[in-house]
């Protein structure tokens, strides 16, 4: 199974972007039973959560973020997405969703740069 991230890109500050990400070969049982995350990564900074959304639909964000992003989930679909709002120049980052199975198995996207202009 894989994920793979869209939806990024050049915005303006104060402006919005909603990020996708799909699951491909993961049967919906792993989906569904899985910890579902939103990560971003800047350029020599270590990898920084953003959202969660767990197994029993329990959401939680980065301090940075409550208030601007949503963090939402469509099982049917195996879709997890971000949406991002009042968007900051230090949001600019690589984002990664991240699947997290109970026993061990760990999914990770490829990453999508999303970049907020002053």
């Known amino acids: 199974g894989r994920l793979v991230e869209s939806g990024g890109g050049l915005v303006q500050a104060g402006g919005s972007l909603t990020l996708s990400c799909k699951a491909s070969g993961i049967i919906l049982s792993v989906f569904t039973g899985s910890d579902r995350a939103w990560y971003r990564q800047t350029p020599g900074k270590e990898r920084e959560l953003v959202a969660t959304?767990?197994?029993?639909?329990?959401?939680d964000y980065a301090d940075s973020v409550k208030g601007r992003f949503t963090i939402s989930k469509d099982n049917g679909k195996r879709m997890l997405y971000l949406q991002m709002s009042n968007l900051k120049p230090e949001d600019t980052a690589v984002y990664y969703c991240?699947?997290?199975?109970?026993?061990?198995?760990?999914?990770w996207g490829q990453g999508t740069q999303v970049t907020v202009s002053s």
């Open positions: 991240n699947l997290f199975y109970p026993g061990g198995t760990n999914y």
């Open positions: 959304i767990t197994r029993d639909g329990t959401m």
